[in-house]
């Protein structure tokens, strides 16, 4: 019997966005459901943890971090003889690759191992971007390119040996948890890590459940001051607040919402995976995820999801997966 090819789902950095972790789930769900391969998860947290330093990235100073450490830690992505290795979500930035991910021990140089981004999307978007990453790209065994939104397709469409036109992976949140149903009914999510302000809404004489999408809670004591700080500053004091370390807590409170306002772009996807109405209060280029499933006018007012065309673009994705995965 011929051995299952292994594909390695890079993913990770949940404690510090749970939003991630919706992302890191539809596209573990995606690739089990395209392929008979063995198919794992593998965190990129220790290539990130210890590496920034000071200088890179300032939030690190409050966690005790001055230089880089990352000799220090084992990363199993390092290790691990996978056959594909795959990144999904905010993959097409160029930090992402210029501050701790573009690392010749994690297989990049391996001609045997092809590389795919599934729902990869950037963060600014400005020519400079485009370009940069796309000097990254050319230099590792980009075997296929999923994007998640139109834009980012057209930008790097060709560069790949395979190009698709495909959604953001959170979209499948609705696939990969049966949420239960709960006591606590008629009720709307506020998510607002951002913005100073809650929007004063007049529908509002029900039940507000507000989730915080970070958990994170490094270690070092002027760290945890400023993170309480924080807290306190966006009302995450207040009654009926989650904040979990598990995505499923905050998939069942999506799930069963009346609707969701928010600032996080991934509090409104896996609303609308759920049949749920949402509005997002932020201006962000990563917005445009929601024009792929005709939910353009989240970002302007509470909209309803266009079930037929999510359903209808999981299913081309997943088609196209399962053509290119041996």
Same mark, same amino acid.
């Given at each position: 019997?011929?051995?299952?090819?292994?594909?390695?789902?890079?993913?990770?950095?949940?404690?510090?966005?749970?939003?991630?972790?919706?992302?890191?789930?539809?596209?573990?769900?995606?690739?089990?459901?395209? !392929? *008979? !391969?063995?198919?794992?998860?593998?965190?990129?947290? &220790?290539?990130?943890?210890?590496?920034?330093?000071?200088? !890179?990235? &300032?939030?690190?100073?409050?966690?005790?971090?001055?230089?880089?450490?990352?000799?220090?830690?084992?990363?199993?992505?390092?290790?691990? %003889?996978? @056959? $594909?290795?795959?990144?999904?979500?905010?993959?097409?930035?160029?930090?992402?690759?210029?501050?701790?991910?573009?690392?010749?021990?994690?297989?990049?140089?391996?001609?045997?191992?092809?590389?795919?981004?599934?729902?990869?999307?950037?963060?600014? $978007?400005?020519?400079?971007?485009?370009?940069?990453?796309?000097?990254?790209?050319?230099?590792?065994?980009?075997?296929?390119?999923?994007?998640?939104?139109?834009?980012?397709?057209?930008?790097?469409?060709?560069?790949?040996?395979?190009?698709? /036109?495909?959604?953001?992976?959170?979209?499948?949140?609705?696939?990969?948890?049966?949420?239960?149903?709960?006591?606590? !009914?008629?009720?709307?999510?506020?998510?607002?890590?951002?913005?100073?302000?809650?929007?004063?809404? /007049? %529908?509002?004489?029900?039940?507000?459940?507000?989730?915080?999408?970070?958990?994170?809670?490094?270690?070092?004591?002027?760290?945890?001051?400023? $993170?309480?700080?924080?807290?306190?500053?966006?009302?995450?004091?207040?009654?009926?607040?989650?904040?979990?370390?598990?995505?499923? @807590?905050?998939?069942?409170?999506?799930?069963?919402?009346?609707?969701?306002?928010?600032?996080?772009?991934?509090?409104?996807? &896996?609303?609308?995976?759920?049949?749920?109405?949402?509005?997002?209060?932020?201006?962000?280029?990563?917005?445009?995820?929601?024009?792929?499933?005709?939910?353009?006018?989240?970002?302007?007012?509470?909209? $309803?999801?266009?079930?037929?065309?999510?359903?209808? *673009?999981?299913?081309?994705?997943?088609?196209?997966?399962?053509?290119?995965? @041996?």
């Amino acid at each position: 019997m011929k051995q299952k090819n292994t594909i390695m789902l890079w993913g990770g950095n949940w404690t510090r966005n749970i939003g991630d972790a919706f992302i890191d789930l539809g596209a573990l769900y995606a690739l089990k459901h395209a !392929s *008979e !391969s063995n198919v794992i998860l593998s965190s990129f947290m &220790p290539s990130w943890f210890l590496s920034r330093g000071c200088l !890179s990235y &300032p939030e690190q100073i409050l966690g005790g971090v001055i230089i880089d450490k990352t000799n220090n830690l084992l990363d199993v992505r390092g290790f691990v %003889n996978s @056959d $594909y290795n795959v990144m999904c979500g905010v993959k097409l930035a160029d930090h992402w690759w210029e501050r701790c991910f573009f690392d010749k021990k994690l297989q990049f140089e391996k001609k045997d191992t092809k590389i795919i981004i599934i729902g990869g999307g950037g963060l600014l $978007y400005t020519r400079e971007e485009f370009e940069k990453v796309r000097d990254y790209l050319n230099k590792i065994n980009l075997y296929a390119f999923i994007s998640r939104d139109e834009k980012v397709f057209k930008e790097y469409e060709g560069i790949a040996e395979h190009s698709f /036109n495909g959604l953001d992976c959170a979209f499948f949140a609705s696939d990969y948890i049966n949420p239960p149903s709960l006591s606590i !009914s008629e009720y709307i999510t506020f998510t607002f890590d951002r913005i100073k302000k809650e929007p004063e809404l /007049n %529908n509002t004489g029900g039940k507000i459940i507000r989730t915080h999408h970070s958990c994170w809670t490094q270690s070092g004591l002027l760290r945890r001051i400023v $993170y309480n700080y924080i807290l306190s500053k966006q009302g995450f004091n207040k009654k009926n607040t989650l904040i979990s370390d598990l995505p499923q @807590d905050y998939l069942t409170i999506y799930a069963n919402t009346e609707e969701t306002h928010s600032d996080r772009v991934h509090a409104c996807v &896996p609303t609308l995976a759920f049949g749920k109405p949402a509005k997002l209060y932020r201006e962000t280029t990563r917005a445009l995820l929601f024009d792929r499933v005709n939910a353009g006018s989240v970002k302007t007012q509470l909209t $309803y999801p266009d079930m037929k065309k999510i359903k209808k *673009e999981k299913e081309r994705e997943i088609r196209f997966l399962s053509e290119i995965l @041996d």
